[in-house]
């Protein structure tokens, strides 16, 4: 009955598969979620345009199983329709590339580099070599794999450009691992093609870890090594709260010109990781929900435990501010420059020499990491602009900020022990924008009704007021459109309507 039911047609529709109705079916079959490391996932279930996108991920890795060869793994129809290229790619059109048709794999496995347990299907190490978006320009995916010529154009950070797959074998021939489709694998004559260097040799690491297949067994006696020097320097064991690591005296503040400074370009964050779990915090100490290629990225990291200060950019401000607002991640590919360590696993390194953490900052991000997402930022030139790491003892700190305050009015929005919380208007609603000291006096100049719902985004510190109060203040704002109070000047006759005192860029984007 159920053969019937499959074979049954709608019009001109093609029966449905079992392959389609649950491409995965295979890959489980191989595999013990039990006792592999490998990720697993539902069936896709897509409807319509979904099943014949155009566009997706792709992800080339390598790996060291019974033999080492490359895994080229396209986004078709919510899986990876993967292909072992014992080769791997070439640049040169010249080449055709043996490519052997494998089973599907979850969309979990663009993220996977690890080692597969002994006794385990596909046991050994596998890096990513490789990662970006795929286009197919011609024909739906789906088509090409079933008419066997599939055409395609990479947009990695390895290979680019177009590319063919033409299969040579159909479902009946030689099997090569378990499948019984041969294909070719031909690089398109366009603008990317290299006919004198091998891709392979050049790009021998991951562009997750770093690390190359050789290391990668290797990575938790590296992480172990690392701790076991920490503890050996004398460094100081203690956690890096956020608050602690973003309030005065600690948190870096924008500078014209220093000499240990590097140009700031985009938004301010310190990085958590701890295990597999990796969070963003802003200047304010808020959870920093976009940027998840970011958080993977930091989870590739051979080092497991961590806090890190640096600026996520966009190519620019105008592309930081889309992200924030909600852009796709091809539209605007994130970037994240770190400035300073502030631990490795139970050490606090912000006493530290700058000299020493800047050693260490390289071990836990190398040069060739993380999908190219990664970087270490360096001092520009003999006179570089923007904030400044380090304070006369090298010491993690602040340092003075070098621009012109301005006198502003805010309205109050919240109040504590010894603070005000100030915001000010963007549009037709209230934004926090910082904190200001309060004396005896101003507070009994002031009526700060307590109200029970507050200000979207106030600081949990905060007890929240009603909007009615305005203050006056001589100030800066310095980077994320943060609120920097040089001097409470007292209460303002300025109705709450009309204040709108604000940075020229926009929150969390410095032009």
């Not at 155009?54 to 080492?68: N, S």
């Not at 099997?175 to 021998?204: H, Q």
């Not at 990225?297 to 950019?313: N, P, Q």
Request: glycine content about 8%.
């Amino acid at each position: 009955m159920k053969e019937e039911e499959t074979d049954q047609t709608n019009g001109d529709e093609p029966p449905i598969t079992d392959s389609e109705l649950d491409p995965l079916a295979e890959y489980r079959r191989k595999r013990d979620p039990a006792a592999t490391n490998e990720p697993f996932q539902d069936p896709p279930v897509l409807k319509g345009d979904a099943r014949d996108a155009r566009e997706g991920q792709f992800v080339v890795q390598l790996h060291h199983a019974t033999r080492v060869h490359y895994d080229l793994r396209l986004e078709v129809a919510g899986v990876l329709e993967s292909f072992a290229v014992p080769k791997g790619p070439s640049q040169n059109p010249a080449d055709k590339r043996l490519a052997i048709h494998t089973e599907a794999h979850p969309m979990r496995y663009l993220d996977f580099e690890a080692v597969i347990p002994d006794g385990q299907y596909g046991a050994g190490p596998m890096i990513a070599w490789d990662r970006g978006r795929v286009r197919y320009p011609k024909t739906s995916p789906r088509e090409g794999l079933e008419n066997g010529k599939l055409s395609f154009e990479l947009y990695g950070r390895r290979l680019r450009g177009g590319y063919t797959l033409i299969r040579t074998r159909g479902r009946g021939g030689r099997s090569f691992e378990g499948s019984k489709e041969a294909w070719l694998l031909i690089k398109k004559r366009d603008d990317e093609i290299d006919r004198e260097r091998d891709v392979r040799e050049r790009y021998p690491q991951s562009v997750y870890s770093g690390l190359t297949i050789e290391e990668l067994p290797s990575a938790p006696e590296r992480y172990d090594a690392l701790l076991s020097s920490l503890a050996e320097s004398g460094a100081r064991r203690g956690t890096v709260a956020v608050e602690n690591a973003l309030s005065r005296p600690t948190f870096v503040k924008t500078l014209e010109v220093s000499a240990n400074g590097v140009e700031l370009r985009g938004a301010r964050v310190l990085v958590y990781r701890r295990g597999s779990e990796v969070a963003l915090y802003d200047s304010l100490g808020r959870s920093v929900e976009m940027f998840d290629e970011l958080r993977r990225a930091f989870a590739c990291l051979s080092t497991t435990s961590f806090v890190l200060d640096g600026e996520i950019t966009c190519g620019s401000a105008a592309g930081l501010a889309a992200r924030i607002a909600g852009a796709p991640i091809h539209a605007h590919a994130a970037h994240f420059r770190a400035f300073d360590l502030l631990s490795i696993g139970p050490y606090d390194l912000r006493s530290c020499p700058r000299e020493e953490r800047a050693q260490r900052l390289r071990e836990v991000v190398p040069a060739e990491s993380a999908r190219a997402l990664l970087s270490v930022a360096e001092p520009a030139g003999d006179a570089p602009r923007g904030p400044v790491l380090t304070v006369d003892d090298g010491a993690y700190g602040c340092v003075t900020v070098s621009v012109s305050p301005r006198v502003m009015d805010f309205v109050v929005v919240g109040e504590s022990e010894n603070e005000l919380a100030l915001a000010s208007y963007v549009g037709a609603r209230l934004r926090f924008r910082g904190s200001a000291p309060v004396s005896k006096d101003l507070r009994d100049a002031l009526s700060l009704s307590r109200v029970d719902e507050g200000l979207s985004g106030l600081p949990p510190r905060f007890d929240p007021v009603a909007p009615q109060d305005v203050v006056r203040v001589r100030g800066t704002f310095i980077e994320h459109g943060v609120l920097e109070v040089e001097e409470v000047l007292g209460t303002s006759d300025v109705e709450v309507a009309y204040v709108t005192s604000g940075p020229v860029a926009a929150p969390l984007v410095n032009r």
